[in-house]
T-cell receptor
Framework: LAKTTQPISMDSYEGQEVNITCSHN???????ITWYQQFPSQGPRFIIQ???TKVTNEVASLFIPADRKSSTLSLPRVSLSDTAVYYC????????????FGAGTRLFVKA | ETGVTQTPRHLVMGMTNKKSLKCEQH?????MYWYKQSAKKPLELMFV???????ENNSVPSRFSPECPNSSHLFLHLHTLQPEDSALYLC?????????????FGPGTRLTVT
């Protein structure tokens, strides 16, 4: 599985857009990019998944360039409740169960 | 509420005790997972069950013994643990192997080994 690299931490202010970039240079053809959010003392929560270009849902947008060696999670107009750890994962879509969580990015949203 | 419940939420046990963690999913999923999350370390995948068969065992010590009696329930039996086994143990489920990228996690059991 491709290893992912993301910033250890980020700070933001309420109302700002936050972009968290993840590098996955060794991503394979059948790999999908997945992002999770984890609040303290809770399990991670699936946010969004994509293969290429752009994916948007009610929570976030995911931008994936053509070479797929990186991806960017975009959180529009963050609030204090978006303070959490965000994990980027590369997962084999066609089967298999190996999901490897990295250290994640700790986002701290200030008032 | 994710549809995945775990009990107990907190557990303190001595190194000679035997205890079990329970996970139940109400989502009709076919795959279930155990993860360990230690302080300041990434989540570590421990075991995976698909249709009640173990399909992954990530070199976990034998003092951790999983059991999956049916597709809705998953147990983690603990015996003669070490203090370094203190961690948050998370259970998750997914529809099946083709949807393993989208896992639903329970709230976890905070385990302290004394």
């Amino acid at each position: 599985l491709a290893k992912t690299t993301q910033p250890i931490s980020m700070d933001s202010y309420e109302g700002q857009e936050v972009n968290i970039t993840c590098s996955h240079n060794n991503i394979a053809t059948n790999d999908y990019i997945t992002w999770y959010q984890q609040f303290p003392s809770q399990g991670p929560r699936f946010i969004i998944q994509g293969y290429k270009t752009k994916v948007t849902n009610e929570v976030a947008s995911l931008f994936i360039p053509a070479d797929r060696k990186s991806s960017t999670l975009s959180l529009p107009r963050v609030s204090l409740s978006d303070t959490a750890v965000y994990y980027c994962l590369v997962v084999l879509f066609t089967g298999g169960f190996k999901t490897i969580f990295g250290a994640g990015t700790r986002l701290f949203v200030k008032a | 509420e994710t549809g995945v419940t775990q009990t107990p939420r907190h557990l303190v046990m001595g190194m000679t005790n035997k205890k079990s963690l329970k996970c139940e999913q109400h989502l009709g999923h076919n795959a279930m997972y155990w993860y360990k999350q230690s302080a300041k370390k990434p989540l570590e995948l421990m075991f995976v069950y698909s249709l009640e068969e173990r399909v992954e065992n990530n070199s976990v010590p034998s003092r951790f013994s999983p059991e999956c009696p049916n597709s809705s329930h998953l147990f983690l039996h603990l015996h003669t643990l070490q203090p370094e086994d203190s961690a948050l143990y998370l259970c998750a489920s997914s529809q099946d192997s083709a949807n393993s990228y989208e896992q639903y996690f329970g709230p976890g059991t905070r385990l302290t080994v004394t």
